[in-house]
């Protein structure tokens, strides 16, 4: 008869649950809490005898008024917004409120989740007598067990998710694992081959930490076979030092559970009490394994990013070695073509001199090519730093210009430089500067087939506009997005009408954020384009690195 308690308010916290029409019944009234149940409109229209027995008043007294009259000043309060919340989403929320009877003022822990029919379930705890209120003898049925799960679990949830390395996770699951089963100790072992790792324990028996057992006949074998929560008293999964330490720090009895993601056991995680403690409950067990299975997915995740960066790492090095490895002959073969380009080594014929141009003109690509997976690899590996100093900006734009303006001259294009008058200095890295503006000048002209590609450079707040525009093909707006991204192409088919590593604005735009700027971009396709480098005229942040990394990098 009646409802299944736990099941009940379960429900209520997750998702919301319909009544049952028996909810008025001695059920309720038997619950250790103080059970409300309110309308929409916050009427109390229910109230157990645990109204009754915590407020020493009738239970009549309170049904027909609102909540907030039976609180006073709670609707007043930062609190009210916290309750008001459940009726919009329906996540059960708690707060601190004060009774005041005709004996006492008493604190009180309020507790409110929505039903599927519109109502609110609502529990009261005295928080002087919280311990002995909350813990009765068949956990399973205890109203506020489940909600304190709920709660606990949105809490473990959230902070195992934002862990990103290994580390963090053990040391937020032992932390959880401690707090909420009431345990003195507590640790994660993986499973390495046929032995288990202790990775970290808090508390008596840390000396375990780095320590391992082998998996046969221990404990943790247990806890592989059965899939669940195995307990012990005698230290079977330790053998040895392991043994020792645990005796020598007074450890007693021990829960393991299994950590078990994508149907893979990766390892076990351990909560313990010290020799003479209570023994765990079945409460705890189970808030242990819930704890567990969230331990186990963020453990895998936070593994599979580790070895991702690891993956990352070692392309970065590949680039690095190979870039370098590539420009040393690549170096000596530029400066051969230009000795015989030069007639140092004798006079050549015309058809020869052809074929030295052509050649000098492919290094050229290549040496471009490989400096710019050169510097990919120095920004990726954080080798690259700002050197700022007092730069005229028009030496600047005049050194882009040498570089720019040949590349325009070669396509049939105006180039138009729109300078203030006037001389202007700007804090800045003279070299990175130039680098992002040439890039930029460069793939202006490369998609741009006809029309001109304008420098024209203003200042404003405080800081000094560099634009690029062109009359090139534009770019969609669905498109921007990859702009900036390592390898990005826009057209990335084998018939592309224009090669390149797909690197030069990936490396424009860390470049800017280096300098303390950034790089905007306005386009209409068949129209043209503008990208707008913006660099703080005092010059960047003292603490630029590279780590200052723009959104959307990967794996950083």
């Known amino acids: 008869m009646g409802c299944d308690i736990g099941a009940f308010r379960h429900r209520s916290a997750e998702s919301g649950f319909a009544l049952p029409p028996t909810y008025r019944t001695s059920t309720l009234d038997a619950a250790p809490a103080a059970v409300f149940v309110l309308d929409a409109e916050w009427r109390i229209t229910f109230a157990n005898g645990g109204w009754e027995r915590l407020a020493a008043g009738s239970a009549m007294d309170v049904v027909g008024r609102t909540l907030w009259d039976v609180f006073p000043g709670l609707a007043e309060s930062a609190r009210a917004a916290i309750l008001t919340g459940v009726l919009a989403d329906g996540v059960a929320r708690s707060v601190a409120v004060d009774y005041a009877s005709s004996e006492e003022c008493r604190e009180l822990e309020l507790q409110l989740a929505r039903t599927a029919t519109g109502d609110l379930f609502c529990e009261l705890y005295d928080v002087r007598d919280a311990t002995d209120e909350v813990a009765p003898v068949d956990e399973s049925d205890d109203l506020a067990d489940d909600t304190a799960d709920v709660a606990m679990l949105r809490s473990a949830t959230r902070q195992l998710s934002e862990a990103t390395d290994s580390a963090s996770v053990l040391r937020t699951a032992t932390a959880f694992v401690q707090r909420e089963c009431a345990a003195d100790g507590a640790g994660v072992g993986v499973i390495q081959g046929d032995r288990v790792m202790v990775l970290h324990f808090d508390g008596p028996g840390g000396g375990a930490t780095g320590s391992s057992y082998p998996i046969a006949r221990s404990l943790t074998a247990r806890v592989i076979r059965s899939g669940t929560v195995e307990r012990e008293r005698r230290y079977e999964p330790f053998d040895g030092p392991l043994r020792d330490i645990m005796q020598q720090d007074g450890v007693g009895e021990m829960m393991l559970a299994p ?202 707040d405080g800081e000094m506009h560099f634009l690029v525009t062109d009359t090139g093909m534009g770019i969609a707006a669905e498109d921007r997005g990859r702009l900036f991204q390592a390898f990005g192409q826009l057209d990335a088919s084998l018939t592309r009408r224009h090669g390149g590593t797909g690197l030069g604005l990936y490396i424009s735009g860390r470049l800017a954020h280096l300098l303390g700027g950034r790089i905007d971009v306005e386009s209409e396709v068949g129209v043209g384009s503008t990208f707008r480098l913006v660099l703080p005229v005092a010059g960047p942040p003292a603490a630029a690195d590279a780590d200052r990394t723009p959104p959307g990098s990967p794996l950083r």
């Open 259 to 460: 950590l078990v993601a994508y149907n893979q056991t990766v390892g076990v995680l351990a909560a313990s009490r010290l020799r003479g403690a209570p023994e765990f409950t079945a409460g705890d067990e189970h808030r242990l394994r819930l704890i567990a299975d969230h331990a186990a997915v963020a453990l895998w995740k936070s593994r599979l990013l580790e070895q991702a960066r690891a993956a990352n790492q070692a392309k970065t090095n590949f680039l690095a070695t190979m870039s370098h490895e590539l420009r040393t002959p690549l170096t000596a073969l530029t400066g051969y073509s230009e000795l015989l380009a030069d007639d140092i080594l004798g006079p050549m014929p015309p058809q020869q001199k052809d074929v030295v141009e052509r050649m000098r003109a492919v290094t050229h690509h290549l040496t471009v090519l490989i400096d710019e997976v050169l510097a990919f690899s120095n920004l990726e590996g954080g080798r690259e730093h700002v050197r700022a100093a007092s730069v005229s900006l028009e030496e600047l734009v005049y050194a882009v210009s040498a570089v720019a303006r040949p590349l325009a001259d070669q396509k049939g294009l105006d180039y138009l430089l729109d300078l203030p008058s006037g001389e202007r200095l700007l804090t800045t890295d003279a070299d990175k500067a130039r680098q992002i503006l040439v890039n930029l000048i460069g793939n202006a002209v490369k998609f741009t087939d006809r029309g001109q590609v304008v420098l024209q450079v203003r200042e404003h």
